[in-house]
Each structure stands twice: as C-alpha cells, then as structure tokens.
C-alpha cells in the first residue's frame, strides 16, 4: 500500500541556517513524489516534483530534495533559510498502486528564528 | 496564466444545510481534484474529475458529490452538514491523467 512519512512533525531553525524535513515513501510502483508548501490561510504551493529523471531535483526559493531509492526517501533542504519560509510543508506520492491519486504527509511545520 | 479559483472563499453554514463550492482551473487543465484538509485528519482526498466524469473517488460519505461542466469547471456539494464538515477545502487541477496538480487558495467551511 501507498503510504507517506513526514518524520518530524515541527522543525525550528535560525534564518541563515540550513533547513532539512525529511520524508519516507512506500510504494509497490515507481512513485511521482512532489513537495508542497502551505503558506497560513494559503493554498498549497508546488515546490518540486520528482517523475523518474535526475535523483537530485531542484526546486523554486532554493529549495532541493534527493530521491533515494534504496532508502525509500525523499528529503527536502534548503541550504540557508529565510524567514519567509516559514510554513507548513508537505511530503506526496503519487503511484500506480493507489490509482495515482496523491497521498499525503502529515506536514511538517517550520519555524524560522530571527 | 490565471491560476486555479475557487468561490466561496470563506462559508459560514449551520448543521442540516447544504453547501456548494465552486473552482475554476487553470486554463487548459482538464482534471480537477478536490480534497479536504482537517486539523485532525490532514488532507485527504475527496475525488477527481476529468472530461465531465468522476474518474476517482476517495473514502467519504455520499453526501459529498461533485461535477464538472464542458468548460472543466467543478462544484462540490455537501448535504446535510455535520460539524465535523468544518474544514478547508481545496482544488487542485492538472492538464490530465498523472500530471502535476496545482491548487487553489481553497473554501474554508465552518459548520455551526
């Protein structure tokens, strides 16, 4: 079955520092993984998406994730961040076994310190 | 390009009424999903249509149905509100099947 772990449900950092929310995937089929973010009183905004091209996928405002296969992952970073990036974050799959309807994370939430 | 819409933007209904929401999605996109995002159950899927027909369908109640016309715009409608109803409710659309969804700002219902 398809499933989606957010591991830490709330990541506090100081801006200028480096951001990382991980993400495990389970899927029987190659998997489409994207990140969202929601922003308060927002939508979801896509960040990135990986569909089985380069394992390093680069998003918008900085931000990148790895897919690693053999570790079922797909960690998001951001190498100095700011304080607008302080939302809500989530983690999604999309795969052959749930019809490719998308599956989500239970988020992550990012505080950023001044 | 305008992005998805939706209309409401916020709702205010008591238990036992109905509610349609409405979305218009990006021009051009064929498929609109909707899902509903709870504190208590995050965001989980409601159903989808593509071409005027429901191609998929999530684990809710019938009181919740939809449509979407010739011009891919969508409704969902909820009878019978219960207060467990109260929740966002957000749209996404796609240009078609396994593409990547853009969502609304979405309709944040509040159920008395």
């Known amino acids: 079955a398809q499933s989606v772990t957010q591991l830490d449900s709330h990541v506090s950092v100081s801006e200028g520092t480096p951001v990382l929310l991980r993400c495990n995937y389970s899927?029987?089929?190659?998997?489409?993984l994207f990140w969202y973010v929601q922003h308060p009183n927002k939508g979801l905004q896509l960040l990135l998406k990986?569909?089985?091209?380069?394992?390093l996928v680069k998003g918008i405002n900085g931000f990148e994730a790895e897919f690693k296969k053999s570790e079922t992952s797909f960690h998001l970073t951001k190498p100095s961040a700011h304080m607008s990036d302080a939302a809500e974050y989530f983690c999604?799959?999309?795969?052959?076994?749930?019809?490719?309807?998308?599956?989500f994370g239970a988020g992550t939430t990012v505080t950023v310190r001044a | 390009k305008a992005g998805v819409t939706q209309t409401p933007r916020y709702l205010i209904k008591t238990r036992g009424q109905q509610v349609t929401l409405s979305c218009s999605p990006i021009?051009?996109?064929?498929?609109v999903s909707w899902y509903q995002q709870t504190p208590g159950q995050g965001l989980q899927f409601l159903f989808e249509?593509?071409?005027?027909?429901?191609?998929n369908k999530g684990n809710f109640p019938g009181r919740f149905s939809g449509r979407q016309f010739s011009n891919s715009r969508s409704e969902m409608n909820v009878s019978t509100l219960e207060l467990g109803d109260s929740a966002l409710y957000l749209c996404?659309?796609?240009?078609?099947?396994?593409?990547?969804?853009?969502f609304g700002p979405g309709t944040r219902l509040l159920v008395l």
């Open positions: 021009s051009g996109h064929r498929s």
């Open positions: 249509y593509f071409s005027e027909t429901q191609r």
């Open positions: 899927s029987s089929y190659s998997p489409s």
């Open positions: 990986y569909t089985s091209a380069a394992t």
């Open positions: 999604v799959v999309s795969a052959l076994d749930n019809d490719y309807k998308l599956s």
């Open positions: 996404a659309s796609s240009q078609g099947d396994r593409q990547t969804q853009y």
